[in-house]
């Protein structure tokens, strides 16, 4: 019998269409078209959402430091080279933090730029207040410190008028603040009066505990120039002159003296010397009514008042600033106007 041979053909398998394939995730076979759509699905969702919510807020913004006082001045008219004239300003910080701040200069002549070289702009640092005691002094001039009677004056120490608090303990009747200039030879028997002087205020105190008010209209800076206390050597300071030890070498002297001391007007001479009921100065002391009357501010006689190219201003507080202008004595004629920008530093 004839073999049948039977020739086997090799059937080629197609693999499956890539939408078709599966894979496996977890022991379980997942067509790869559901992975697909589950992916497509995501991104789509995903670009729908941009935010969850949105936050708007509206600031009204100021200005952290501004200028407090008038900003324009006018020196009176014709002032001759060799002259001085200051004024008084205040910044005012409201923020929460302290700011330094500086100054920008600039000047013109008859309107036209000029660098003003005649001109010398000075910024001064000075106190808010000043604080001076008055005490009892024994025949040596020694100050009976800690004992009544005693005063305390509190003041302005640039101001328009002379303001502040005098605070008096053990003193009963009619008395005067009063500035009291040397001479120079001011222990001679004849010159001691202290003629040239003025009544600052008068009152009447009780014996106990008195708190008088200040703002008195003087109309001078003190010292004046023709105090001996103005003199570039003064004997106030370590002990020079053997009993004071003042913190300030030169100023002027305030004294507080019966009324009936005085010769009834607003001004000296004393007609009486009686140190005995009189309290008198523990330091010299400067004053300057520059912002009504530009006398000019002796600033080398005050320690604490400082020139300054930056000036830094506290938080929440009034910084007081003196600022001074010199006027060269070959300084040519003619109209100037200064001015001072104050600058975030």
């Known amino acids: 019998m004839d073999e049948i041979k039977i020739e086997k053909k090799e059937v080629k398998k197609e693999k499956p269409k890539f939408w078709k394939r599966r894979v496996g995730i977890l022991g379980k076979q997942i067509p790869v078209v559901v992975l697909l759509l589950v992916a497509v699905g995501g991104l789509g969702s995903a670009s729908l959402l941009l935010y969850f919510g949105t936050i708007t807020t509206t600031a009204n913004v100021q200005q952290a430091v501004t200028l407090l006082g008038s900003p324009t001045h006018t020196i009176p008219e014709a002032a001759p080279g060799g002259e001085s004239f200051c004024y008084l300003h205040k910044l005012d910080n409201k923020a929460s933090v302290d700011i330094d701040v500086g100054f920008n200069i600039g000047c013109s002549k008859d309107q036209s730029p000029d660098n003003c070289g005649g001109i ?26 800690g004992t009544s009677p005693k005063a305390e004056l509190t003041f302005d120490p640039v101001n328009p008028t002379f303001k502040g608090t005098l605070t008096i303990d053990g003193l009963s009747g009619d008395y005067a603040l009063i500035y009291y200039p040397d001479q120079a030879d001011r222990f001679d028997p004849l010159k001691w009066n202290g003629e040239g002087g003025i009544v600052i205020k008068k009152f009447t105190t009780t014996g106990g505990h008195d708190v008088i008010s200040l703002d008195e209209e003087i109309g001078i800076n003190l010292p004046k120039s023709t105090d001996w206390n103005v003199n570039p050597i ?14 300030h070498c030169k100023g002027a002297k305030l004294w507080i003296v019966p009324t009936s001391d005085l010769t009834g007007g607003n001004s000296l001479p004393l007609i009486d010397w009686d140190p005995a009921a009189w309290l008198f ?10 912002n009504e009357t530009p006398q000019g501010y002796t600033v080398d006689m005050e320690k604490s008042a400082l020139s300054v190219t930056t000036l830094t201003t506290k938080s ?6 003196l600022v001074c202008y010199d006027f060269d004595v070959a300084i040519e004629p003619g109209t100037y106007v200064i001015t001072t920008g104050i600058k975030p530093q």
């Open 120 to 145: 010398t702009e000075t910024i001064y640092t000075v106190p808010e207040t000043r604080t001076l005691i008055l005490e009892d002094k024994n025949s040596a001039w020694i100050a009976r410190t």
């Open 234 to 247: 003064p004997d106030y300071c370590d002990l020079h002159n053997g009993f004071d030890n003042y913190t």
């Open 281 to 290: 100065e523990t330091d010299l002391i400067v004053y300057s009514d520059c």
């Open 316 to 321: 929440r507080d009034k910084t007081p600033m």
